[in-house]
């Protein structure tokens, strides 16, 4: 479902991803864990066409989406290809970015209605539908700054839901929760993991990541160090690198 290929990316002189192999299959979850500063975020970013990488290749399903060699572009998307290739992939962020003028059903219904070409009652229904699978049909006519955090982070994950991803990417969805919010947010994702979504989940949660991945990344300095079940990253790590993160963390 994902593919990159030893994929480099810099700031200037900043040498951000330093060669990265990664393969995501579908129905696949793969969680991310690494120290601040690794080059998660940026490496989630590639994926969505959000950064242009340096050099490497990146494939989405069977797209070649982006090849760069040495700052040579060798295949560029159209805005239009790459806009539709990105709604195969849904984001949730750690801020929840919710539209605070919308309702939380208008969040869900603003982007489909403009792509999708479905029928309004058709939209609603769906998006109700979507916020009854988070626990939140009843904040539907609600603006989000009357919803908690957690619940804005539901809504959050339904909206990215609506567009019908293939893919769902999450960079540290509950860090800028309080703690007793963080758990009915996790229960979403895990759900949704159980339902066999492709899901790649950049996170500090290392629970989660040993009870739901099926794929745990550690990630140090813009490179892959080590990766393998959440048993053998957890329990038996083989890299100095990684043992001393766990120490940290754990
Ligand atoms: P992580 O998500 O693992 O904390 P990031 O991918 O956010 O790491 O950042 C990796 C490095 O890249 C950091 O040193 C960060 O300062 C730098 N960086 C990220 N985005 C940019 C940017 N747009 N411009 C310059 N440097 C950046
Ligand atoms: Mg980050």
Redesign the pocket.
Known sequence: MIKLKNVHKS??D?E??KGINLTVEEGEVVC?I????????????CMNQL?TITSGKVFIGFNLISHMEEGEDLLKLSEKEASKLRTNLGMVFQRFNLFPHLTVLQNLTIAPALVKGLSEKDLVRKAEDLLRSVGLYEKKDEYPNKLSGGQQQRVAIARALAMDPTIMLF??PTSALDPELVGEVLEVMKKLAEGGMTMVV?THEMGFAREVASRVIF?DE?QIVEEGTPEEIFDHPKMDRTKAFLNKVL
């Open positions: 700031f200037g900043l951000v991803l991310i690494g120290p601040s500063g690794s080059g998660k975020s940026t490496m989630l970013r950064e960079d540290e950049v990630m813009g």
